[in-house]
């Protein structure tokens, strides 16, 4: 029974005890955010509203009253850079790395954001210094790195650090191995090395066994040496590999089966492809070819029977072209008019586009020239 007294007689002081404690984390809390300046919360509101110009200034303000502000500074430096500042962005992050004070981990994060900033203002000789130097400590440098190797051609070394980062990172890198491979045959071709651009092509393959643009070059290497059977047959596998793509060589394998006298069987297949995965690029090169083996009547009804399944002015463009041929002389005029119409508009139609940053082009890119993304390009045009 005295027990259970005391335990009622220590209740009420342990409630005051807790209720003391509370008044003091709130006094607390409340001075440290008096202590924030009201630049700083003026920045993270523009932050949060998209408005990244009157951020910066909010913040240069908070650094002008506290110079200790490690984190703001880092926050800063990146804004710069991103906003296309790289020089102020670059000052910011090397008073950084001049700093004693800072811990061994924020000196490895000041290297990086600087190494960064000398990879976006092309400096890339200082940039590969730094991240080569953080290679061990700091994860994603070994990206940045394939990334400077990429840009300079140094494809070996690209080759080199992408298998390590398939073994290190959460994503494989075979795709882009396969097209660094592509690169290196396309030099020794260009050297005259035939037999180290096919083994290198071969080694793409070996990589990635859907590298289409490893096959593609194959047949390029096989009809230029005047193999032309050997590169109708290369060819002919990307329908295995991804059938869209048929239509970037339809052009080449029809010439290669002009020179063997095949052009029957050429255009067969051609049709055929057509048949399963049609597309106008696949169409444009069989309407030519049957212009050109069984005559304008049978381009004309081709032409028809793509237009009911995939109905397009390029489509139509076509159809006039192949009517204007055999059209009387007195319905010439009225022909020719509509297609200079048709073919006016159908080619801004005419582009290839960037599935990644919406990049549009009109010839075909394996690697986009303003994302740097490979593979990017679907083969059929918009």
Excluded at 123 to 150: G, H, P, W, Y
Excluded at 151 to 162: F, P, Q, R
Aim: net charge negative.
């Amino acid at each position: 029974m005295e027990f259970e007294l005391w335990w009622l007689l220590a209740l009420p002081l342990f409630f005051a005890l807790g209720w003391l404690a509370a008044r003091v984390d709130m006094r607390h809390a409340m001075s440290e955010s008096r202590s924030v300046p009201a630049s700083y919360f003026k920045g993270l509101n523009y932050l949060l509203n998209e408005q990244p110009d009157k951020a910066i200034e909010a913040f240069i303000e908070v650094v002008k009253v506290d110079s200790d502000t490690v984190d703001l500074h880092f926050a800063l430096g990146g804004l710069f850079r991103k906003r296309g500042e790289v020089e102020r962005a670059i000052r910011m992050h090397q008073n950084l790395v001049a700093r004693e004070d800072l811990s061994t981990e924020r000196q490895l994060q000041a290297m990086s954001e600087l190494g960064q900033d000398y990879l976006k203002a092309g400096l890339l000789d200082r940039a590969q210094d730094i991240f080569t130097k953080l290679q061990q400590t700091q994860a994603n440098s070994q990206v940045f790195l394939l990334e400077i190797f990429v840009l300079e051609k140094e494809w070996h070394k690209a080759i080199e650090i992408a298998r390590i980062l398939s073994q290190t990172a959460n994503r494989s890198y075979h795709v882009e191995i396969a097209h660094y491979f592509c690169e290196l045959a396309n030099i020794a071709y260009t050297h005259g090395e035939t037999k180290q651009a096919q083994d290198d092509l071969h080694e793409a393959l070996s990589v990635h066994k859907n590298c289409v643009r490893a096959t593609v070059l194959l047949g390029d290497i096989a009809a230029s040496l005047g193999e032309h059977a050997q590169a109708v047959a290369v060819w002919r596998r990307i329908e295995s590999q991804d059938g869209n793509y048929v239509a970037l060589v339809a052009d080449k394998m029809m010439a290669s089966y002009r020179v063997l006298q095949q052009d029957e069987i050429g255009l067969a297949y051609l049709c055929g492809v057509l048949a399963r995965l049609p597309s106008f690029e696949l169409f444009s090169t069989a309407f030519n070819a049957t212009l050109n083996v069984l005559g304008a009547d049978a381009a004309a009804q081709l032409a028809r029977t793509v237009l009911q399944t995939q109905p397009s002015l390029r489509g139509l463009d076509k159809l006039l072209e192949a009517e204007l041929l055999v059209a009387p002389t007195d319905a010439l005029p009225d022909l020719q008019m509509k297609k200079s119409i048709v073919q006016r508009y159908s080619q801004q139609q005419s582009l290839y586009q960037c599935a990644h940053c919406g990049f549009k082009a009109r010839n075909y890119f394996w690697h986009c020239p303003a994302c740097n993304h490979w593979d990017s390009f679907p083969p059929l045009k918009e």
